[in-house]
């Protein structure tokens, strides 16, 4: 019983993970730019959310301030790779991995200058609330947050296999050169992944702000969730997810069965394992190259 | 030569640090294929690329139906009729035959494009079979059909072709080729070719460029190019009769 608590905690969290990974994975497929800044943008999500709705704030309805929040966040994504990385389209890797770690910097002192450095938790209409199953008894926030990660990944799922626009980004992430030709607009479709990147960090925040506490340096869980989608195969989406979960799950099982202190290790563990085993990841996208 | 479809004059373009195209002109009229022959490096792909809206020009004007298209972004130049077939198969390889189709039709919002899917696959029946595979796994001759086809579904006006006969066997050279002179007789789409093989191309084009070393160092009428001496040597690699067999590396191009 307390296994099958462990469990869906720890896909509720992994399921945080999991949507962060997914959002370094969209810009990297899209744009070989990897955005260390995606965790801060997830801790931003969450911050513009809770100032939106809690009481001690805005004071907006819930449902409002989420929506708000996820259109803030698909602003700033566009924003950011208009301003930012276009300038840098073309340069060294280098480049990009500094800018956006310093983004990240950025974006956390100011959610700490506006929102304070103590945690805060959003206000949500399953606070608190359990749901019981015979003896196992969940957090209802724990299964409205794999639900709501089931529930994107389906939508995005579906946007990318089934709508012109989603194929267009594929098509641009694995030949952008012959997307040019094609007459795709390439640097706008980098816009739109980068506004969608923005939309799964708010979801990924608020969804890590209902189920725990927020505070500016919520950010570094980006770490983990890189790791994540390394594990993943780092170019595959249902492998960032995967990652996620495989991540949330040894957390807690590494806490209980372990010894406290390893529930920080076991996700770097992990990590090391599948890139000396499968250095391609779990998913790895096996593409010959073509001569 | 006015009001020609294509009309290019005195264009000069970098490739990178290069200056690979030194100021050239040359004209597609309507409906024409006309062959851009040189050797590797006469800067060919890159006149192809400025055309197309990938590299922008240096100096000097492309027009297009009439309107300048030099340093407009490839989507727009698409839009409006003309589409570049890159060399070497550049296919989404992890997208199906058929969605790559649909992405050739990117720029449309017509409801046509599922005729048109049904009459390119009508020129390139092994497409047909293989429509829900992903593009990856064809055969070389059949990714390049793939990247004709795809080119075709944007509807062009005219098509710039970067070497379709590259790696490909004598017999799928054929094949293309006669589909590409099918296309231009029966839908009317002007050809701007790219091709290391002179021979085939100017058994096709109607009118011929030879470029070196970024400049045009010989033009005129297919016939005409295929009759020239050093045509025949250089690029065909034709031996004209001599006793003593002549010894090539004495003799200068006359363009020289």
């Known amino acids: 019983m307390e296994d099958l608590q462990l469990m869906v905690s720890g896909l509720a969290n992994g399921c945080v993970y999991g949507l962060v990974a997914l959002g370094f994975v969209l810009i990297y497929k899209a744009t070989e730019q990897v955005n260390f800044a995606q965790g801060d943008m997830m801790m931003l999500g969450a911050f513009v959310a809770i100032g939106l709705g809690n009481e001690s704030h805005a004071g907006l309805p ?13 602003a700033v994504g566009m924003a950011m790779e208009r301003t ?6 073309g340069q060294s890797q280098i480049a990009v991995v500094i800018l956006t770690i310093a983004f990240g910097f950025v974006l956390r002192f100011a959610a700490g200058a506006i929102w304070g450095h103590d945690p805060l938790v959003m206000d949500n209409p399953v606070a608190g609330a359990h749901v019981a199953f015979g003896q196992v008894v969940l957090g209802a926030d724990e299964i409205a947050v794999i639900a709501v990660t089931v529930l994107l990944t389906g939508l995005l799922f579906l946007f990318f296999s089934r709508t012109k626009l989603g194929i267009a980004m594929q098509a641009a992430s694995q030949n952008q050169l012959a997307a040019y030709y094609m007459g795709i607009p390439v640097k706008r479709i980098h816009g739109i ?3 969608l990147a923005g939309v799964t960090a708010a979801v990924a925040g608020i969804l890590f702000a209902a189920k725990g506490s927020v505070d500016p340096s919520a950010g570094f869980l980006g770490i983990k969730a890189f790791a994540a989608a390394v594990i993943g195969g780092f170019g595959s989406l249902p492998g960032a997810l995967l990652g996620g979960l495989i991540i949330g799950l040894v957390e807690p099982f590494a806490a209980r ?8 290790i076991a996700p770097y563990a992990v990590l090391i394992l599948v890139l000396i085993f499968r250095p391609h990841g779990l998913v790895a996208q096996v593409r010959g190259k073509k001569l | 030569m006015s009001g020609a479809l294509l009309e290019i004059r005195h264009l000069e373009s970098y490739y990178g640090p290069v200056l690979a195209v030194r100021g050239i002109s040359l004209d597609v009229p309507a409906g024409a294929i006309v062959a851009l022959l040189g050797a590797n490096g006469a800067g060919k792909t890159t006149v192809l690329k400025t055309i197309s809206g990938v590299l922008n ?7 297009f139906a009439g309107e300048p298209i030099a340093r407009k972004e490839p989507d727009a130049i698409v839009r409006q009729g003309l589409v570049h077939v890159p060399e070497g198969r550049e296919i989404f390889p992890l997208l199906s035959v058929a ?3 649909a992405m050739g039709a990117y720029s449309r919002t017509d409801r046509g494009i599922p005729d048109d899917i049904e009459s390119v696959l009508g020129y390139f029946p092994i497409l047909r079979e293989r429509l829900a595979q992903s593009a990856g796994t064809l055969s070389g001759g059949q990714q390049q059909m793939l990247a004709l086809a795809r080119g075709l579904m944007a509807r062009p006006k005219l098509m710039l072709l970067d070497e379709p006969s590259l790696g490909l066997s004598p017999l799928l050279v054929r094949g293309i080729f006669s589909v590409i002179r099918r296309l231009n007789q029966e839908h009317g789409i002007g050809v701007l070719l790219v091709e290391q093989n002179a021979n085939l191309a100017l058994d096709i084009a109607d009118f011929g460029y030879v470029m070196e070393t970024g400049r045009i160092v010989l033009d005129g009428p297919a ?3 295929k009759q020239s001496r050093d045509i025949q040597e250089f ?7 001599s006793p003593r067999g002549e010894r090539r590396w004495k003799r200068r191009k006359s363009w020289r």
């Open chain 2, 57 to 63: 020009p240096d100096k000097g004007t492309v027009r």
């Open chain 1, 62 to 74: 819930f449902w409002l301030a989420c929506a708000g929040a996820v259109f803030a966040m698909g």
């Open chain 2, 223 to 225: 016939e005409t190019l």
């Open chain 2, 99 to 101: 969605q790559n189709l």
């Open chain 1, 257 to 264: 069965y372990v010894a406290a202190g390893y529930a920080q």
């Open chain 1, 84 to 89: 930012l990385l276009r300038p840098l389209f």
């Open chain 1, 193 to 195: 992944t980068w506004m």
């Open chain 2, 235 to 241: 690029y065909l690699g034709g031996n004209p009769d």
